[in-house]
């Protein structure tokens, strides 16, 4: 059974920072791209970051600067280290990985950044 599972949102002063976590089971994790998306309210869920197998990133353009999306092999699992964040950045953050045509997405974790 595949699992990704999010973890590390919550509510946070703008300007503050907070690192995402998904743990990811039931895959190979190596060999799958890795990215976080999130849903504000009202909007369409939107692409973050995306890290690939061999670690090439991409980056939203309203993120670049800010966000930094690694992974550990070893553990399963890919973070997303937010910084500077601002009211905007307030949404429900999604894991997703995907391997060829295969797509798993998390739960999602919230985050909701106070003005």
């Known amino acids: 059974q595949v699992q990704l599972v999010e973890s590390g949102g919550g509510l946070v002063q703008a300007g503050g920072s907070l690192r995402l976590s998904c743990r990811a089971s039931?895959?190979?994790?190596?060999?799958?791209?890795m990215g976080w998306y999130r849903q504000g309210p009202g909007n369409e869920r939107e692409l973050v970051a995306t890290?690939?197998?061999?670690?090439?990133?991409n980056y939203a353009n309203s993120v670049k600067g800010r966000f930094t999306i690694s992974r550990d092999n070893a553990k399963n699992t890919v973070y997303l280290q937010m910084n500077s964040l601002k009211p905007e950045d307030t949404a429900l953050y999604y894991c997703?990985?995907?391997?060829?045509?295969?797509?798993?997405w998390g739960q999602g974790t919230q985050v909701t950044v106070s003005s």
């Open positions: 997703r990985g995907n391997f060829i045509r295969q797509y798993y």
């Open positions: 039931g895959i190979t994790f190596r060999l799958y791209t």
């Open positions: 890290i690939t197998s061999d670690g090439s990133t």
